[in-house]
C-alpha cells in the first residue's frame, strides 16, 4: 500500500484534495459538493473549506474534541507535507488560502501553534 504522505513525487491540487478526504470525512463531503456545484476543482474556493474544517476542529469541544483533534492533525500534516512537496501552484493555494485567510479568522490563535514548521513560516503576522 502506497504511503498516503509520501514525499517522493511532486503534490498537485488534486492529489491534495484527494489526501484531504482521507484525512477528514466532512471534507470528502465538501470536495464532493464543490466538485458537483463547479464541475471541477477550484483549489482555493475548496481550500477555505479546508480552513473552516480545521477551524472546526481545533474549537471543537465536549464529547467530539479528542476525535477532532486527530482529524485535524491528519489534515494539518497533510497540509505541511505538501508544502514540502507541492508543486508551486499547491504550495500557493495552501499558503494564500490557509494560512494567509486563516490569520483573519478568530480561531486562528488556537490553530497556530498546531502549525508544523513550513506552515509557520508563511504566516505574516
Known amino acids: ?12 491540487n488534486a492529489q491534495l484534495a484527494g489526501r484531504l478526504c482521507v484525512d477528514s470525512v466532512d471534507l470528502r463531503a465538501a470536495h464532493a459538493r464543490h466538485v458537483a456545484t463547479h464541475g471541477n476543482l477550484i483549489p482555493h474556493a475548496f481550500m477555505g473549506d ?14 467530539h474534541s479528542t476525535d477532532r ?7 494539518l500534516a497533510t497540509l505541511e ?4 512537496g507541492g508543486d508551486r501552484e499547491t504550495c500557493s493555494v495552501i ?13 486562528f490563535a488556537a490553530l497556530r501553534p ?12
Do not use: Q
Not at 2 to 10: A, D, F, G, P, T
Not at 69 to 75: F, K, P, S, T
Not at 114 to 124: K, W
Open 1 to 12: 500500500m502506497m504511503n498516503l504522505r509520501s514525499r517522493e513525487k511532486v503534490v498537485d
Open 95 to 107: 499558503c494564500i488560502s490557509f494560512v494567509w485567510d486563516g490569520e483573519g479568522e478568530p480561531f
Open 114 to 125: 498546531l502549525l508544523g514548521p513550513r506552515l509557520e513560516s508563511m504566516v505574516r503576522t
Open 69 to 75: 483533534r486527530v482529524e485535524l492533525a491528519g489534515i
Open 50 to 63: 479546508v480552513l473552516a474544517r480545521a477551524g472546526a476542529c481545533v474549537v471543537a469541544g465536549g464529547a
Open 81 to 84: 507535507d505538501a508544502m514540502a
